[in-house]
C-alpha cells in the first residue's frame, strides 16, 4: 500500500510539472508573439517592456534611425505586419530559456543608413528567450536577420 501511495505521488507530481511546462510554452509564446507584432511594426516603446534589460540598446537603436520618410511610410501602409510563431524550443528542463522562431508577412525594414524602408513579403527570424522573476522576454545579442 505505501508504495502504491508513493507512486501515486510521483505521479501526481510528474503531471503537475507537466502542466507547468505547458503553462511556460504558452506565456514564451504570448511574449514572443507580442514583442514581434510590435518590433516589425515598429512600435519600439511598446516592444521595450518585452525586452530583456540588456537588450534595450537595441531598441533605441533602432528608433534612433528611424527618419521622416520611414515614418511616412509606415503611416501609408495598408496593413499591418503579420506576425505568424512558427515553433518554440524550450531550451532546458528548467524553463528558464527557449528558442523562438517567428514567420513575418508584409513589413518593412531599414537595412541601410539613410535610405528609407523597403517592403519585405515574407521572413523568418529567430529570438532567444528568458524567463527572470517569472516573465517572460527577448534576449537581443544583436539586430535580427532574416533567417529565409
Same mark, same amino acid.
Given at each position: 500500500?505505501? @508504495?502504491?501511495?508513493?507512486a501515486?505521488?510521483?505521479?501526481l %507530481? $510528474?503531471?503537475?510539472?507537466? !502542466?507547468? =511546462? !505547458? #503553462? #511556460?510554452?504558452?506565456a514564451?509564446? #504570448? ?9 516589425? @511594426? *515598429?512600435?519600439?516603446? /511598446? ?6 534589460? !540588456? %537588450?534595450?540598446? *537595441?531598441? +533605441?537603436?533602432?528608433? %534612433? ?5 520611414d515614418?511616412?511610410?509606415? +503611416? @501609408?501602409?495598408?496593413?499591418? $505586419?503579420?506576425?505568424?510563431? !512558427?515553433?518554440?524550443?524550450?531550451? /532546458?528542463?528548467?524553463?528558464t530559456?527557449a528558442?523562438?522562431?517567428?514567420? &513575418?508577412?508584409d513589413?518593412?525594414?531599414s537595412?541601410?543608413?539613410? =535610405?528609407?524602408?523597403?517592403?519585405? /513579403?515574407?521572413? +523568418?527570424?529567430?529570438?532567444l528567450?528568458? +524567463?527572470? /522573476?517569472?516573465? *517572460?522576454? &527577448? ?6 536577420? @532574416?533567417?529565409?
Amino acid at each position: 500500500m505505501r @508504495n502504491y501511495i508513493l507512486a501515486l505521488i510521483l505521479t501526481l %507530481s $510528474a503531471a503537475g510539472c507537466h !502542466e507547468s =511546462r !505547458e #503553462q #511556460q510554452r504558452e506565456a514564451s509564446a #504570448q511574449a514572443i508573439t507580442a514583442f514581434a507584432t510590435h518590433f516589425f @511594426n *515598429w512600435r519600439y516603446v /511598446d516592444a521595450l517592456p518585452l525586452v530583456a534589460p !540588456e %537588450s534595450e540598446r *537595441w531598441l +533605441r537603436l533602432l528608433a %534612433s534611425n528611424v527618419s521622416e520618410e520611414d515614418v511616412e511610410l509606415l +503611416r @501609408n501602409r495598408d496593413a499591418d $505586419a503579420v506576425v505568424t510563431l !512558427e515553433h518554440i524550443d524550450m531550451a /532546458d528542463m528548467t524553463d528558464t530559456a527557449a528558442m523562438a522562431t517567428v514567420v &513575418v508577412t508584409d513589413y518593412y525594414v531599414s537595412d541601410t543608413l539613410g =535610405r528609407p524602408a523597403h517592403l519585405v /513579403d515574407k521572413g +523568418r527570424y529567430h529570438f532567444l528567450m528568458v +524567463r527572470r /522573476d517569472g516573465k *517572460w522576454t &527577448v534576449k537581443m545579442e544583436g539586430l535580427p536577420r @532574416n533567417g529565409m
